[in-house]
C-alpha cells in the first residue's frame, strides 16, 4: 500500500459516459471479470462464468440475500401540481415510513403529496439530510397501492425509467430478505447454475443480510477521509452461516466476500462471539485497513468518490486500483450496477 495521505480528490477518476451500463445483459453470467492478484501485481480479463477456474474447494463464498423494495413514487404536491418524487427508505408503524422527499426543499411538515390509485401522504416531520416521516393516509389499501404504483429504485445514472426487466434483473437469483433499496449488485452476475457448478467444485456459500440503503449513491462529502461517515444499516448473520464461516477459517479456507456490503457485515463483528449476530453497521473502511475476516473480494466497479470505492482501494491498495480501473476503461468494461466485476485476491487460491 502507497504510503501517501489519501483524500475524497484521491478516490477521483475520469470515465467516459457510454461506460455506464444502462441495462443488464441477457445473460448474467455473461458479464465480463477482471481477475486481479495482488502477490502477483497481474490482471486477467475474462468472463464471470469462468470464476469456477479461479476458486479451489474449500473456498466459501458469503452473499448478501437482501431483496429490493420498489421504492420510488412518483407524484405531484397537492394545491400546485407540481412534480413531486417519493423515495421510500423504511417502514415503520403504521403507514409511517422514513423516505427521501425531491424537491427536498419543498418537504415542510404538513405538505401533502398526491399519487395513483388515490394513494396520498402527507410530511410530518424533517429529519437530516433530506430525510422525513411520512405518512401515507390510504387506510389499510396503502401496501397494495404502493404495490401496484411504486417503481424499482433504480440508481440515478441509470438514465432511463424502471422497465418489467428490472423488477427481476434489478435483483439477486438468491434474494430473500426485503429491506433494500439498492441492490448488492455484485451479487447480480450470479445464476443458480453458476452456483451449483461453484458446488459441485468443492465451493459452498452462505448468505449474510445487509439492508443497503441510499447511502451507496452519496459521494463523500469531506475532503478528509476520516471525517466521513456512513448511514447505518442493518445486519443479521444466522447461527448456520456464522458456523460455516467458523469452520472455513478454521480449515484454512479463503472467506470471499460477494460485494462491498458483504465486506462490511463480515469486518463489523467478531467471528468468535454469539451463535446469530444481528445490528446495524455504520462501518466505513478506507486506507489503510487490515481486514480481518475477507481473504478475497468479489465487486463491481464503484463511482469516483464513493465510499465503495474507498473500501476496495483499502483491499488491493490505491495505486495497483486506479491502475485496474484504468485498465478496465482502457478495455471498455461496463460500470456501476449493471456492469462488470472484479475478483480480487490476496494471492490466487490455486
Not at 126 to 149: A, V
Not at 239 to 256: E, F, P, Q
Not at 296 to 305: D, R
Amino acid at each position: 500500500m502507497n504510503s501517501r495521505k489519501l483524500s475524497r480528490t484521491s478516490m477521483q477518476y475520469s470515465l467516459p459516459s457510454e461506460l455506464i451500463a444502462q441495462k443488464p445483459l441477457s445473460d448474467r453470467a455473461g458479464s465480463r471479470l477482471l481477475a486481479v492478484d495482488i502477490s502477483q501485481g497481474s490482471l486477467e480479463d475474462t468472463i464471470f462464468s469462468s470464476l469456477p477456474s479461479f476458486l479451489v474447494p474449500g473456498d466459501l463464498l458469503v452473499l448478501n440475500n437482501t431483496r429490493v423494495f420498489k421504492a420510488r413514487l412518483n407524484g405531484r404536491k397537492a394545491g400546485t401540481g407540481g412534480k413531486a418524487e417519493i423515495f421510500l427508505l423504511k417502514k415503520l408503524e403504521g403507514n409511517t415510513w422514513k423516505a427521501l422527499v425531491r424537491p427536498g426543499r419543498a418537504a415542510k411538515p404538513g405538505m401533502r403529496l398526491e399519487f395513483r390509485n388515490g394513494l396520498y401522504c402527507t410530511v410530518e416531520k424533517r429529519l437530516e439530510h433530506g430525510r422525513t416521516i411520512i405518512r401515507f393516509n390510504s387506510g389499510r389499501d396503502t401496501e397494495q397501492k404502493l404495490r401496484e404504483i411504486a417503481q424499482v429504485p433504480l440508481p440515478p445514472y441509470i438514465k432511463r425509467d424502471p422497465e418489467k426487466l428490472d423488477d427481476s434483473r434489478y435483483q439477486t437469483v438468491y434474494a430473500s430478505e426485503t429491506g433494500a433499496v439498492a441492490a448488492p449488485t455484485a451479487g447480480l452476475h450470479f445464476t443458480p447454475d453458476l452456483l451449483t457448478s461453484l458446488q459441485s467444485a468443492g465451493v459452498n456459500n452462505v448468505h449474510v443480510t445487509l439492508h443497503v440503503g441510499p447511502g451507496t449513491f452519496q459521494p463523500l462529502r469531506r475532503e478528509t477521509l476520516e471525517e466521513n461517515r456512513l448511514d447505518p444499516e442493518e445486519y443479521f448473520i444466522s447461527a448456520a452461516s456464522l458456523s460455516a464461516i467458523r469452520k472455513t477459517r478454521r480449515a484454512g479456507g479463503r472467506i470471499v466476500a460477494v460485494g462491498t456490503t458483504t465486506t462490511r457485515v463480515l469486518e463489523s463483528i467478531d467471528l468468535e462471539s454469539g451463535e446469530s449476530l444481528s445490528g446495524e453497521t455504520e462501518i466505513f473502511i478506507f486506507p489503510p485497513y487490515r481486514f480481518r475476516n475477507v481473504d478475497a473480494l468479489i465487486t463491481n466497479f464503484h463511482l469516483p468518490g464513493s465510499s465503495l470505492l474507498c473500501l476496495v482501494a483499502a483491499f488491493m491498495g490505491y495505486e495497483f486500483m486506479m491502475e485496474a480501473y484504468q485498465h478496465a476503461i482502457d478495455e471498455s468494461y461496463r460500470f456501476y450496477s449493471y456492469g462488470d466485476a472484479m475478483l480480487i485476491e490476496q494471492g490466487s487460491g490455486k
